[in-house]
């Protein structure tokens, strides 16, 4: 019997720079850094849409919505978020869960992370149940710990209707 449920994977990093917005699971976190990227840098929304688009065999987020391509300069990723799930719902899939993790060694992410769920559960319109996300410094090691960039991992389940 073919199995209606399928994995997928997500890992993505931007840098960090000085005066820039810090968009991270949909709302805007304050900090003195913000993540650079030809979207809104996202990293967290990036993940998510590649472990959905990965758990279909639908390629990847750069392969939908090419960084070259002018009109999702500074996009709200939350946009692409959102047509992620319409790509997979006519395929006939939906989601299941999601979990992630982010990785950033300052500002602290945990006081954020309900609103964020709230946020991508919105988005996705699924329950908040459904969405996991956690984060960790990495003890001041690599390039998360010297706080040059933030990077994050997502796993996903989707159903076959
Ligand atoms: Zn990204």
């Known amino acids: ?11 993505d990093v931007h840098q960090l720079q000085e005066g820039l917005d810090f968009w991270l699971g949909g709302i805007k976190i304050p900090h003195t850094h913000g993540a650079l990227g030809h979207s809104d840098a996202d990293v967290l929304v990036h993940v998510i849409c590649d ?3 990965g758990a279909a065999n ?14 999702y300069k ?10 992620v799930v319409h790509l997979l719902a006519r395929e006939g899939y939906e989601i299941g869960n999601i979990d992630s993790t982010i990785c950033l060694q300052e500002p602290k992410v945990n006081p954020h992370i309900p609103e964020m769920k709230a946020c991508l559960a919105k988005v996705m319109g699924i329950p908040e ?21 933030v990077a994050a991992f997502a796993t996903v389940l989707i159903i076959k209707q």
């Open 74 to 83: 500074g996009i709200d990723s939350k946009i692409l978020l959102k047509e």
């Open 1 to 11: 019997m073919k199995l209606k449920i399928r994995t997928g994977f997500g890992y």
């Open 129 to 149: 149940h459904d969405i996991s996300i956690k984060a960790t410094t990495t003890e001041h090691l690599g390039f998360v710990g010297k706080k040059e960039g």
């Open 58 to 71: 639908m390629r990847d987020i750069g392969f939908h919505f090419s960084d070259k391509d002018p009109q």
């Open 51 to 53: 472990a959905l688009l």
